[in-house]
């Protein structure tokens, strides 16, 4: 199956939208489940938007749709990242740099770690590492953590001009995601792997992002995805 680009804009438009490949083309949308969506990832079938707004949750849509299918509060008061590793939802309070392991898709904090610094606005999950961007100050980089603890593996630089909101390089797929913003242009950027080399880019007013193959779980096993690719 194709990798899939799936992101959300917040703001007045509070949208989620799926694209065709990697492309600013749209082939279908939906209303985000309340105003404020942040980022967002893929959970067999399910599509799972946090909400950074006033009522600071973490949805679970039935599929591809609106319909909500679980909620649960937010681990943090600021969580704007969220990822799923197969079993378990990811959070990343983007205040204190603080990323959470909950259990299942649950409020109950297993396991949590302090992030590099600052603003980790998203959170990556490449099925055994998690992922994130750092926009604060002069630090823009995007991290690749070793496993699920604060120990960095490696790390990828940006001009500090940039705000990055880094994301995805998700389980199924060996390319980062970039939402880089330079104060007046605005761009998705999906890069060769875990490096600066740029594959592909266009515009995008959306600030987050998930890129993978829905049809393969973090763990690896297949999953169905009848409802997410709109066919179900």
């Known amino acids: ?70 909620s649960v509060a937010a681990a943090d008061d600021s969580v704007f990242g969220v990822n799923w590793d197969g079993t378990n939802l990811l959070e990343v309070d983007v205040l204190d740099d603080r990323f959470m392991r909950l259990s299942g898709f649950g409020t109950s904090v297993t396991s949590s770690y302090v992030g590099q610094r600052y603003n980790n606005y998203a959170l990556g999950w490449d099925g055994t590492n998690a992922l994130s961007g750092t926009s604060g100050g002069t630090s823009k980089k995007f991290h690749k953590y070793s496993g699920f603890t604060s120990s960095v593996s490696s ?17 199924d797929s060996n390319d980062a ?29 959306s600030q987050y992002a998930f890129w ?4 393969v779980s973090p763990s690896g096993g297949a999953t169905s995805t009848l409802s997410l690719l709109g066919v179900g």
């Open 1 to 70: 199956m194709a990798n899939t680009l799936i992101t959300a804009q917040g703001g007045a438009v509070d949208k989620i939208y799926r694209h065709d490949g990697f492309s600013s083309t749209v082939d279908n949308s939906i209303s985000a489940p309340s105003s404020g969506p942040g980022d967002v990832a893929v959970r067999s079938n399910d599509v799972i938007v946090s909400d950074w707004d006033a009522e600071e949750k973490i949805y679970q849509l039935t599929g591809f749709t609106s319909t909500v299918r679980n």
């Open 155 to 171: 790390s990828v630089s940006y001009p500090s001009t940039y705000n990055v909101r880094a994301d995805a390089w998700q389980h």
């Open 177 to 205: 995601i970039f939402w880089i913003s330079t104060g007046s242009t605005n761009v998705m950027q999906r890069m060769n792997g875990f490096s600066s080399t740029v594959e592909a880019s266009f515009a995008s007013e």
């Open 212 to 215: 993978g193959d829905p049809t």
